[in-house]
């Protein structure tokens, strides 16, 4: 899970890096690509290897969440957010806010975005 959750953070990383157009951040991908290999064709995983392996992807996966955006709730699904809607029943929901609006019995999706918005 937590190599996938690295390659999450890469992807989104890159993603981002080329919608702003700016020089890649430092996330090692070869470094840690190689480590992760190394360590997944072992069979027999020495009880401190795997903790120096789980220890190093921790690293890398709380240096990527420096460069990509805040508030994520789940690694292994990082397109869901949380929109606090002060509402009694549920003040805090997860998901996206969808603006829609009615025109002629047809529906049009104005908004559709992962943060609050009025």
């Known amino acids: 899970m937590l190599n996938q959750s690295r390659l999450n953070r890469e992807a989104m990383i890159?993603?981002?890096r080329k919608q702003?157009?700016?020089?890649p951040?430092?996330?090692y991908k070869r470094n840690v690509q190689k480590e992760w290999t190394n360590y997944s064709r072992h069979l027999k995983q020495q009880r401190k290897h795997r903790r120096t392996i789980i220890q190093h992807q921790l690293q890398y996966v709380?240096?990527?969440?420096?460069?990509?955006?805040d508030r994520f709730v789940s690694l292994d699904q990082p397109f869901i957010r949380p929109i606090k809607r002060g509402k009694a029943k549920n003040p805090t929901e997860f998901g996206p806010k969808i603006d829609l609006s009615m025109a002629g019995g047809i529906l049009e999706l104005e908004k559709?975005?992962?943060n609050?918005?009025?």
């Not at 702003?20 to 020089?23: D, G, H, S």
């Not at 709380?62 to 955006?69: Q, S």
């Open 14 to 16: 890159d993603d981002m």
């Open 20 to 23: 702003l157009k700016v020089a």
């Open 25 to 27: 951040p430092r996330t």
């Open 62 to 69: 709380k240096r990527d969440l420096r460069y990509v955006e």
């Open 112 to 114: 559709f975005d992962f």
């Open 116 to 118: 609050n918005f009025n």
